[in-house]
């Protein structure tokens, strides 16, 4: 396959999220109790970025039976109420995601690879933001763990497996795309569909990457893709695949460039992996070196234009992050009674 971009099927990051805490009413700035299926959530009071008494005592109650480690990571999402400005407001969620990281770290004297911080600015509110009491549980950071992973990266919880007999016929559909052999694929998938190959993510993702390859209308790739996500939320060629279709849509219509992503303040969003890859060959550039930072989601890559000249594009990589802490592989959302953002004064975040 190009670029040995199919290959194996990437590595599964994580299962559904084991997550602390319950959404409780009470001041803006106190704690809600612990409780199994929900995040921890922290509440700020208006403008505030550092940690109040009653924020410490919570992350220690957190932290008292484990710490993060390789097994048990800890994502941190901080967010603003939906005032002012949004790149403040991004700012401010931030600061908040990194105070609590940073206190989780200290706490725990866990590896500093094994928490992130990511903000998320005025993104899925809990509260009406036309409220003050709307506001107060917007202004928020959420704590949630992982479930417990194997050394190679692979969730312990057992997952659902399709017939052995439609597995064979994925795997090698695989294979053939990797030599090419599309149409071949494609009939053997068709196969396996007659087995309930339709219902398995596998054959969901490999029938959209035979697609791809073949040059298939990019809403049928994508709809393949979808599924294949909807049914394995932890399907990591699908999400690679997808991000690709999506990245060269962006750029055929305009809405992403060459000229964007420049500045580390203003980085092209990507959901994976592959999709900044994709947008470096898109802009015409040879790739050269990677950093990464420690405590955002931020990526530089150092690459060499057709010119010589060096240039250097950042992406923010909060959505690789956060997809896999999510229950169904969608963005880590609000309550079902969260709203949209909604205008509101000028104000503090």
């Known amino acids: 396959m190009g670029r040995g971009a199919l290959g194996v099927l990437g590595a599964v990051l994580v299962t ?9 009413q009470g001041a803006a700035a106190g704690t809600p109790a612990a409780d199994q299926g929900k995040p921890l959530v922290i509440l700020f009071e208006d403008g505030q970025k550092s940690l109040s008494a009653a924020h410490r005592a919570a992350i220690q109650r957190l932290l008292s039976d484990q710490k993060p480690g390789a097994e048990k990571k800890l994502l941190v999402l901080g967010y603003s109420d939906g005032r002012g400005n949004p790149k403040k407001n991004m700012q401010v969620s931030q600061q908040r995601a990194e105070a609590v990281r940073k206190e989780i770290l200290r706490v725990s004297g866990a590896d500093p690879r094994h928490v992130l911080a990511v903000g998320r600015g005025a993104e899925n509110p809990v509260g009406d933001d036309r409220q003050p009491q709307g506001r107060a549980r917007n202004r928020r950071v959420e704590i949630f763990w992982t479930q417990a992973m194997d050394p190679s990266g692979k969730p312990i919880a057992e997952r659902k497996s399709v017939s052995p007999a439609v597995a064979a016929m994925v795997e090698e559909a695989r294979s053939l795309i990797r030599r090419r052999q599309l149409i071949e694929a494609v009939r053997l998938l068709e196969q396996a569909r007659t087995q309930g190959g339709e219902g398995d993510g596998h054959w969901q993702a490999v029938y959209g990457i035979a697609g791809y390859y073949a040059g298939m209308n990019a809403q049928i790739i994508k709809n393949h893709l979808t599924k294949a996500l909807e049914l394995d939320p932890y399907n990591q060629e699908g999400r690679d695949y997808l991000g690709r279709i999506t990245a060269r849509e962006k750029v055929a219509d305009g809405v992403v460039g060459a000229h964007m992503g420049r ?33 955002r989601p931020v990526e530089a890559w150092h690459c060499r234009d057709r010119q010589g000249r060096q240039v250097v594009y950042f992406f923010d990589r909060s959505q690789v992050y956060t997809w896999a802490f999510a ?17 509101a004064p000028a104000g503090k975040p």
Request: with cysteine; proline share 10%.
């Open 16 to 24: 559904c999220v084991l997550l602390l805490g319950a959404v409780a």
């Open 263 to 295: 500045s580390e303040q203003d980085p092209i969003p990507v959901s994976s992996d592959a999709q900044a890859h994709e947008y470096l060959q898109l802009f015409d550039v040879q790739p050269l070196s990677l950093q990464r930072s420690m405590t």
């Open 327 to 343: 229950r169904n592989g969608s963005d880590i959302s609000g309550p079902e009674n969260a709203r949209s953002p909604l205008p």
